[in-house]
């Protein structure tokens, strides 16, 4: 539907689209995300990672649907979801959608962000899920949490179609930094049954049951590696150098070769605490 450096958007089901980001390439969205388009609004899921690549997105959504979005829904804080805030709100008349916890981590942590915006944003329920009415179909915005302390997933039920955000990765190691590994596990699963036609990763290729069992298998290897480096007294760091991706996934990349041995050593945290 658009291909650019930085991505192309990929059309997963009637009114529904997804930006499938290159951040190996380009990292003017860097973030994946989406459109899910209604007869009364517009739904821009993500406002990646600068201004440039959420405009580019907002313009890519009013060809798509043939009119401006409504909606700008973000997953969780980390800057290259919400790095492009300004340029996904722009001048137009249309409400940003945060947990208070994602609000609350956007405007304390990332330098530089809108806190106009951000204090001008609609909380979504941390507790419970929320509907985004669109007329003749609705957005489910399911709240959860593993990835940071505040994720959400957007659902389609009726169309099989779960935008992830970054709970889910394919073909690219997850980045724990803020994880809480056993709350990540327990998120994926949960997301995994609901069998979808179409889960939208936040990084990496679209994904189907299939490639979620896998990324679940993986995420399972790291624990298993984790509680091994402890048996051995090993640092999360040398743990990480020797970690292997389990067979079928060594063609998975990474951001950054740290990776390994941040997903152990949150895993070697949690379980060494009381
Ligand atoms: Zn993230």
Redesign the pocket.
């Given at each position: 539907m658009a291909s650019e450096p930085w991505g192309r958007i990929e059309h997963v089901a009637e009114g529904v689209w997804a930006l499938v980001s290159n951040p190996l390439v380009d990292r003017t969205t860097l973030c994946n995300g989406g459109i899910v388009a209604g007869r009364t609004g517009v739904v821009v899921i993500e406002a990646f990672a600068s201004e440039a690549g959420a405009r580019w997105m907002l313009e890519q959504a009013t060809r798509l649907t043939g009119r401006a979005p409504t909606h700008v829904v973000v997953t969780?804080y980390?800057s290259?979801?919400t790095g492009g805030l300004s340029g996904a709100m722009g001048d137009g008349e249309r409400g940003l959608l945060a947990t208070a916890v994602t609000r609350d981590l956007t405007l304390e942590r990332n330098r530089g962000a809108p806190s106009e915006i951000l204090r001008n944003a609609q909380e979504i329920d941390g507790g419970s899920p929320t509907e985004i009415d669109l007329g003749d179909r609705s957005v489910i915005v399911v709240p959860r949490r593993g990835?940071?302390g505040s994720d959400v997933t957007l659902e389609i039920p009726e169309q099989g179609v779960v935008f992830c955000g970054?709970l889910v990765w394919n073909n690219m190691f997850p980045?724990y930094v803020d994880a809480m590994p056993s709350r990540l596990t327990q998120a994926v699963r949960l997301i995994r049954l609901r069998g979808a036609n179409t889960y939208v990763p936040?990084h990496g290729p679209l994904a189907d049951d299939a490639a979620l069992d896998a990324y679940i298998g993986l995420l399972d290897d790291v624990e298993a590696a984790a509680r091994r480096a402890l048996e051995r007294g090993m640092g999360a760091e040398e743990a990480g150098r020797e970690y292997r991706l389990p067979s079928g996934l060594e063609k998975w990349t990474l951001f950054n070769p740290g990776y390994f041995g941040r997903a152990i050593g949150a895993w070697m945290t949690e379980l060494q605490s009381p």
């Open positions: 969780h980390h290259d979801h990835h940071t970054d980045n936040g």
